[in-house]
Nanobody, 128 residues
Framework: QVHLVESGGGSVQAGGSLKLSCAASGHTDSGDYIGWFRRTPIKGLEGVAALNTIDGSTSYANSVKGRFTISQDKAKRTLYLQMSSLKPEDTAMYYC?????????????????????WGQGTQVTVSS
């Protein structure tokens, strides 16, 4: 199991930017996918962005394409989500997730098909 801790959330006006971080710790590395999810009372849990740790390919939800960028610093074992041109509908609790060690996801922004470890979340609030 990998322990994940998110940071970087906060309040920002529409059109602004935030950068979320997710620090991983533990004795083993995650499986082949890591990513970001968000949860709202209306939409529930939604996959936002995912990164394949093997080949570096990325996937994004249509709602964030062109505005959000997922990246990682392997040396620091840290995952990032750069969010730009934020909209009020981006308001949510954001979670970092990682495929459990030794597992393989089908892929996509939802990290489908694999058990995942989760962080505790960081709140992002975008005001109009």
């Amino acid at each position: 199991q990998v322990h994940l801790v998110e940071s970087g959330g906060g309040s920002v006006q529409a059109g602004g930017s935030l950068k979320l971080s997710c620090a991983a710790s533990g004795h083993t590395d995650s499986g082949d996918y890591i990513g970001w999810f968000r949860r709202t009372p209306i939409k529930g849990l939604e996959g936002v962005a995912a990164l394949n740790t093997i080949d570096g390919s990325t996937s994004y939800a249509n709602s964030v394409k062109g505005r959000f960028t997922i990246s990682q610093d392997k040396a620091k074992r840290t995952l990032y989500l750069q969010m730009s041109s934020l909209k009020p509908e981006d308001t949510a609790m954001y979670y970092c997730a990682a495929a459990r060690p030794g597992t393989h996801c089908i892929g996509g922004a939802n990290l489908d098909g694999c058990p995942k470890d989760w962080g505790q979340g960081t709140q992002v609030t975008v005001s109009s």
